[in-house]
Nanobody
Framework: QVQLVESGGGSVQAGGSLRLSCAAS????????MGWFRQAPGKEREGVAT???????RYAGSVKGRFTISKDNAKNTLYLQMNSLKPEDTAMYYC????????????????WGQGTQVSVSS
């Protein structure tokens, strides 16, 4: 089993920055792909960014150039640096991991954290 715990959410004004963290524990050796997702009230969950074991990254078009996904393998921690935040970035942000499948796909993530809230005011 894998446990994922997010932190770092909060409230900021538009144009501000936040860095989310996701600490992974448990059997993480087969966790070759990790990602960030978000869900705003009344909307479906959407993929934000993924990173594979080799460090190859993928971003949703809405965040490309503003968000950066990274990981510290020694600490088993995933990060999401969010800059130039917009009110439309307001959502619950979730960390996720998968053990099989294509990392470039938003599908088939096996493990999920509880989420951390990000609120951006105009």
């Amino acid at each position: 089993q894998v446990q994922l715990v997010e932190s770092g959410g909060g409230s900021v004004q538009a144009g501000g920055s936040l860095r989310l963290s996701c600490a992974a524990s448990g059997y993480t050796d087969n966790m070759y792909c990790m990602g960030w997702f978000r869900q705003a009230p009344g909307k479906e969950r959407e993929g934000v960014a993924t990173i594979d074991r080799d460090g190859v990254t993928r971003y949703a078009g809405s965040v490309k150039g503003r968000f950066t996904i990274s990981k510290d393998n020694a600490k088993n921690t995933l990060y999401l640096q969010m800059n130039s935040l917009k009110p439309e970035d307001t959502a619950m942000y979730y960390c996720a991991a998968k053990t099989v499948g294509f990392c470039g796909s938003w599908l088939h993530f096996d493990y999920w954290g509880q989420g951390t809230q990000v609120s951006v005011s105009s």
